[in-house]
């Protein structure tokens, strides 16, 4: 059994539930046994969606240490096992304790040297081992960089071609927006004569306080189309020549498809990630929403109508990003778990 401890909500999103998914899928085709364990019921629809297991600890996410009494009575039952947690909250010793009864691993964004874990993993494009020189006491071993990416299997068999003339834009904040950003960036480019006639595909996550605004924006221009619930998203993506992003796990689909992308942040956890595919090249940095405002608004909107105007731009971006990431993430997340299951000693190595 590997369990798989994370959560989901409107303040924190879906995306430590939408990586722990790509995993458990992956686990599930070489026929190893799945189960989640959440906080609460918030994303139990999601995981069970999905035909995976799912039971709630009846906890606080922001507290995970009370949770532990609960949380080893389910581990008891069956030890043979690995647990892989995916939560900014999760602390040393919660891990520590863990450790006792199986190998344990954690999923970070972070750059934290205060896990004790068998082993660790950072798939973000800014991870290196020289940031983790603090965990080597407590850590046995490190899964680093994009091919670490856990996303969902269909995403290592997408064709894409960059259009000659851009007619589409994928648009999203992730599982949540309580800024409203996907209606202000919209609204901003239906207004702005160069961008205005594009078609604009509106992914809305579940946590989505705002949805009703943008179903108004939708009903009022023919070209505003608003999805929820998309269960093939890389088929939509696929469909369009320009995404605009927030920082976070969709920025990694959207290299394994090659759209070229536009990204911005507006929590802290998101800035090192946009700011490593922006210093590399591979993106067009819209801005930070929390230190720009209104002026990251109008950068997106500046970015969109020169993306579109420019083929061999978007050609650019979108083979560096099919070259950093390959959709084969979730699988080699899957075969450390399960080697640490069968031999309790975790490998692992670090993109450079």
């Not at 993993?121 to 960089?145: M, P, T």
């Amino acid at each position: 059994m590997i369990w798989l401890r994370a959560d989901g909500g409107k303040e924190i999103g879906t995306g430590h539930i939408m990586r722990c998914l790509s995993v458990a899928d992956a686990l599930r085709e070489r026929n190893e046994k799945v189960c989640f364990l959440t906080s609460d019921d918030s994303a139990a629809a999601i995981i069970t969606k999905r035909g995976h297991c799912c039971r709630i600890l009846q906890s606080d996410y922001r507290r995970p240490e009370e949770e532990i009494g609960k949380l080893l009575s389910c581990l008891e039952r069956e030890k043979d096992g690995v647990f892989l947690a995916d939560s900014y909250f999760v602390t040393k010793k919660y891990l520590k304790k863990v450790r006792e009864y199986m190998p344990t691993c954690y999923i970070d964004d972070l750059g934290r040297t205060d896990m004790d874990a068998d082993l660790l993993i950072n798939y973000n494009i800014f991870a290196n081992r020289a940031q983790y020189d603090g965990a080597k006491e407590s850590v046995a071993a490190f899964l680093l960089g994009p091919e670490y990416a856990p996303l969902r299997r269909e995403f290592k068999r997408v064709e894409y071609s960059v259009r000659e003339r851009a007619k589409r834009v994928f648009l999203t904040t992730g599982g949540s927006d309580k800024y409203d950003l996907a209606g202000k960036i919209l609204r901003e480019a239906l207004s702005c004569e160069t961008t205005r006639k594009l078609e604009y595909c509106v992914v809305s996550g579940i946590y989505n306080e705002h949805l009703d605004g943008l179903k108004q924006l939708e009903n009022a221009f023919a070209n505003v189309k608003v999805f929820c619930n998309v269960d093939n998203i890389w088929e939509l993506m696929r469909t369009c020549d320009i995404a605009v992003t927030a920082g976070g796990s969709t920025m990694y689909e959207l290299c394994a498809v090659g759209i070229p992308i536009i990204c911005f942040s507006f929590v802290d956890n998101q800035e090192k990630i946009v700011e490593g595919f922006a210093d590399r090249g591979i993106v067009d940095f819209g801005g930070n929403y929390l230190k720009s405002g209104a002026r990251m608004i109008s950068d997106v909107t500046y970015h969109i109508s020169s993306l579109a105007e420019d083929t061999d731009r978007r050609r650019l971006l979108s083979g560096r990003q099919k070259a950093l990431v390959d959709g084969r993430g979730a699988d080699r997340i899957a075969e450390c778990l399960l080697g640490l299951k069968n031999t309790g000693c975790a490998e692992g190595n670090e993109c450079v």
